[in-house]
């Protein structure tokens, strides 16, 4: 089961899909949680069900390109932006990966 966090998304599976959410985050950068009958549970909304990682994952860094405070108004800095977007993927997904090794070699 994926349970991957990239800055303020959230990339989660289930038997047939990965579901790719934006999570609300607080001002230290930690995702806000509601309390419910049940338990907290994170303030999130889904982007998106895709059938690959993938997928998931070229969502994020569409959604990422399209959000954001800085204004692109030429090739340049599209593309500085675009290498910025993909350094976070390849970086979080790095994590995830070292974070499951930990997993594996504790079981």
């Given at each position: 089961?994926?349970?991957?966090?990239?800055?303020?998304?959230?990339?989660?599976?289930?038997?047939?899909?990965?579901?790719?959410?934006?999570?609300?985050?607080?001002?230290?950068?930690?995702?806000?949680?509601?309390?419910?009958?049940?338990?907290?549970?994170?303030?999130?909304?889904?982007?998106?069900?895709?059938?690959?990682?993938?997928?998931?994952?070229?969502?994020?860094?569409?959604?990422?390109?399209?959000?954001?405070?800085?204004?692109?108004?030429?090739?340049?800095?599209?593309?500085?932006?675009?290498?910025?977007v993909?350094?976070?993927?390849?970086?979080?997904v790095?994590?995830?990966?070292?974070?499951l090794?930990?997993?594996?070699?504790?079981?």
């Amino acid at each position: 089961m994926i349970d991957m966090r990239i800055g303020e998304y959230h990339i989660t599976s289930e038997s047939r899909n990965y579901i790719v959410s934006l999570a609300k985050l607080n001002d230290d950068g930690t995702p806000k949680t509601v309390m419910t009958k049940t338990g907290n549970t994170f303030t999130e909304r889904i982007l998106g069900y895709y059938n690959s990682m993938p997928l998931a994952l070229q969502a994020v860094a569409k959604d990422m390109m399209i959000r954001g405070d800085e204004r692109v108004t030429s090739v340049e800095q599209y593309v500085q932006k675009a290498k910025s977007v993909d350094v976070a993927l390849n970086h979080a997904v790095y994590e995830h990966g070292r974070e499951l090794e930990k997993q594996a070699d504790e079981e």
